[in-house]
């Protein structure tokens, strides 16, 4: 399980990094394919897909699930015999 | 792709993500299986703006470590959760701290905490910073994570309301946070 740095400066550092409006950890979940898409295959996601990209920054949880992912594209790709991403 | 060649690459995708060897395969094996139901479930949803194995993965993913943080907190309450997370009482950092910007920076969040923040918005934020993951706060209060997450954003943007209210700016609120690696 991933771990957050806990206290006041864990704190304090989320609250000066919040933006007016961020996605969601569901709303986000819509577009982590086609964002780990873009990631595995080593290109820059577009700016439509911006709010995912500021959600993982701001949310551990999603960042843990967002790397196993990734770690199991992996998997799922070596399984398939394909190369990984778009 | 066939729904049991599908089940295959999910399973090695998991095995891969998560470890056969921690979790054991038939835990990976139920995963997978849970995973398959729902992405038949929502296979309307599926926009094509993705390879459809990575949306798949992505459900699996998403269900195996779900299903391994409830049970990493299944017996603890909420209560106990947020606990955790609490910040030191300030009796006890006044005695190991004479840095009066980092006591002064704490006050202003401390009385945010208590007078800007609703009760739930406490025990969220508590619970959050001692590491509990957003679907199992969810579960304890009767919600999805989009909702724990807008609630943990709102008490955010009132603390940094609170912080910049009180005179401070985020360099010096930054330059002050450099200390807590040590005191925090």
Redesign the interface.
């Known amino acids: ?4 740095n ?11 990094s ?1 933006l007016p409006q ?1 996605l ?4 986000y ?1 819509e ?4 964002y ?2 873009y990631r ?1 295959g080593g290109k820059m996601p577009p700016d439509s897909l911006k709010g995912v990209g500021e959600h993982l920054d701001r ?1 551990d ?1 999603c960042l ?2 967002f790397k ?2 990734l ?10 015999g394909e190369p990984s991403g ?1 | 792709m066939a729904l049991a060649d599908l089940r295959a690459t999910l399973v090695a995708g998991l095995t891969r993500a998560f470890g056969q060897s921690d979790f054991g395969s038939t835990l990976i094996e139920d995963a997978a299986q849970e995973a398959l139901v729902r992405i038949v479930d929502r296979i309307q949803s599926f926009r094509g703006d993705s390879r459809f194995v990575t949306w798949a993965m992505a459900i699996a993913t998403r269900a195996m470590l779900s299903h391994l943080r409830r049970a990493h907190w299944k017996n603890v309450s909420l209560d106990e959760m947020a606990a955790a997370g609490l910040i030191p009482p300030l009796a006890a950092v006044v005695s190991n701290d004479e840095n009066l910007d980092r006591l002064r920076l704490l006050e202003v969040v401390r009385t945010s905490i208590e007078n800007d923040l609703t009760e739930r918005q406490r025990q969220t934020i508590q619970a959050e910073l001692a590491g509990v993951p957003p679907e199992v706060i969810a579960e304890r209060i009767g919600t999805n994570r989009n909702a724990v997450y807008k609630l943990v954003h709102d008490a955010r943007a009132r603390l940094r309301r609170a912080i910049l209210a009180a005179g401070w700016t985020e360099t010096s609120v930054r330059s002050v946070l450099k200390g807590f690696d040590t005191h925090g």
């Open positions: 399980m991933a771990e957050r806990p206290g006041v400066k864990a704190l304090v550092e989320q609250a000066l919040v961020e969601g950890c569901d709303s979940a577009y982590l394919a086609a780990a898409d595995l949310c949880a843990e699930e196993l992912l770690d199991a594209m992996q998997g799922a790709d070596n399984h398939l778009r």
